[in-house]
């Protein structure tokens, strides 16, 4: 039985359809991946089914009684709360139950005895749900899923709102986790975790037995959680049952089968047009030219989608640094307390240096501090006097602006023309660079952002995990680009698949923490 039924959706955004008469379908357990490039329309489906968007036809059923949790690509959580506070909220309807229990003990000291006895039952009812909901050890729950996340890293009296956003999005996916809902809906929920935590959430979702809907453009994950797969791809959703490389089989196949009936297709167009072109005017053969005219007409015409263009990346290279781009002494990174032991850095001319980290150590605290954004606690960091850097950030303010006028503000000697193409070229249309910032899809977004650090020379690249909201072609042609810079590399990323061709060298930051791991 389906517990949720979204029949012959459409939607569009400015006239530009998004979605065309999509169905879709979730069964009880289901594990479904939601795959498509960026900018398919994956998070509006997803906004679509949890009723935050209305589409502009179709319809939206869910079974009665049923309860999801909904992870946004794009959280936020309000101020005044630590991390275990909003993490307890995943139980507060436990919470109630407790309470009304323990206003039923108050109100037994001036009860009769019948009603002592009607509320010692109720009493037991609650007691009951709560020792089966395992309420009296939900901060052992709470401690484990915080581990497995690492919010126990950040610690969870933090108050949320001094949060970075890829903590946040932690707090709220252990959140959602806790909840235990009977359907889960997680919008690329990996981009904020580091590898060890990816595998934790990769054996939870395996062994979880209700139904869940992802999105995520982490194939190795993706393909080990999921068993369905839903493709969006211009306009249309496509049901595959099996795993994502089952999905790529039946898909190249249907592709080609799709490919040959359109070449016999147009063969036979092209035949019965020339049939007509040439017997159409002797009156002998003019009734024969018109029935194959009325046959050409009834032909229902198969369309082939023209194959969407690809982004290229490409970084401009500055002129060199000297043997030494960046050296740190006796470095200890950290805000009030330390981060690190003191560790001794050399980032060495033209090298290619991937930064990964276990346990929440603060890698982006790392780069900063490697770029004298932030001082250090204690050492000396020192630059090459050539340094320029093509810094990207982790994540940025969501802005009003349109794309184009975001881009044209940071390079405005550029002519309309200039800044449309270098736009076009990292995969953005017309459509896309009128539209706010805000309203773009997470890869768009990446890659306005990309698009920008491209115009500027530099002789060092600094990435904070420029992989997050980028799809497959993305991805790759990003790994192609910085490979093939000229100039030094640092690179925070948990995509080891992305960044094992790529660098020269590899800094695990978690044998240089303070903390016992
Ligand atoms: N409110 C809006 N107004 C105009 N256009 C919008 C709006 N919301 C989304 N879009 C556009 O609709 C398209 C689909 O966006 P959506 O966020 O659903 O993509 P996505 O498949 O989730 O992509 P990604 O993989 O990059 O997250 C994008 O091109 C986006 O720019
Ligand atoms: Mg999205």
Not at 173 to 201: G, R, S, Y
Not at 213 to 230: C, G, Q
Not at 346 to 363: F, M, P, Q, S, Y
Not at 442 to 455: D, P, Y
């Amino acid at each position: 039985m389906s517990i949720l039924n979204a029949l012959n959706i459409s939607h569009s955004f400015g006239g530009r359809q998004i979605l065309e008469d999509a169905s879709f379908r979730l069964l009880k357990g289901e594990h479904i991946g939601l795959i498509g490039a960026n900018g398919e329309g994956k998070s509006t489906f997803l906004k679509i089914i949890t009723g935050e968007m209305t589409p502009e036809i179709g319809t939206v059923e869910w079974c009665r009684h049923i309860t999801y949790g909904y992870l946004d690509q794009y959280s936020s959580l309000g101020k005044g709360k630590t991390i275990k506070d909003v993490l307890r909220d995943a139980f507060s309807h436990l919470n109630d139950l407790e309470a009304e229990m323990l206003s039923m003990y108050d109100k037994m000291a001036d009860a009769s005895d019948d009603e002592i006895a009607v509320l010692m039952e109720d009493v037991g009812e609650i007691q009951e749900i709560l020792d089966m909901s395992g309420y009296y050890t939900i901060d052992t729950k709470i401690s484990e899923y915080a581990n497995g996340l690492g919010l126990a890293d950040i610690g969870l009296d933090r108050d949320v709102s001094e949060l970075s956003g890829g903590q946040r999005s932690k707090v709220l996916l252990a959140k959602v986790l806790l909840e235990n809902p009977m359907i889960l809906i997680l919008d690329e929920p990996t981009n904020f975790l580091d590898e060890n935590h990816i595998e934790w959430l990769t054996n939870f979702l395996q062994n979880y037995e209700n139904a869940f809907i992802l999105v995520s453009h982490d194939i190795p994950f993706l393909t080990k959680v999921t068993n369905i797969i839903y493709h969006l791809e211009n306009t249309n959703l496509t049901r595959y049952k099996g795993t994502y490389e089952d999905f790529l089989r039946m898909y190249d196949l249907k592709k080609q089968q799709v490919e040959q009936e359109y070449k016999k297709q147009q063969k036979k167009i092209a035949d019965l047009e020339d049939f007509v072109a040439r017997n159409k005017a002797r009156a002998a053969t003019a009734t024969l030219a018109r029935s194959r005219q009325k046959e050409l007409d009834k032909i229902e015409r198969i369309t082939i989608a023209p194959e969407k263009i690809k982004p290229t990346f490409n970084f401009k290279s500055d002129r060199s640094t000297g043997k030494i781009a960046i050296s740190a002494e006796n470095l200890v990174i950290g805000y009030d307390l330390p981060l690190t032991k003191p560790v001794n850095l050399t980032v060495e001319r033209n090298k290619k240096i991937a930064i990964k980290g276990v346990n929440g150590l603060g890698k982006s605290t790392l780069l900063k501090t490697l770029l004298k954004l932030i001082p250090p606690i204690e050492g000396k960091i020192e630059h090459d006097q050539f340094l320029s850097v093509g810094y990207f950030e982790q994540e940025e303010k969501c802005s009003d602006k349109t794309a184009l006028q975001e881009f044209w503000d940071e390079f405005p000697s550029l002519t309309n023309a200039e800044a449309r193409s270098a736009l076009a070229k990292c995969g953005l249309t017309t459509e896309h660079i009128t539209s706010k910032m805000k309203v773009l899809s997470g890869g768009e977004n990446a890659k306005v952002r990309l698009c920008k650090l491209m115009q500027k020379e530099s002789n060092i690249l600094v990435l904070d995990e420029p992989t997050n909201h980028l799809d497959i072609d993305a991805k790759e042609e990003l790994a192609r680009a910085v490979k093939a810079f000229k100039g030094t590399v640092l690179l925070v990323s948990h995509e080891p698949e992305f960044y094992n061709n790529v660098v020269d060298e590899v800094w695990d930051v978690s044998e240089w923490s303070t903390k016992i791991v």
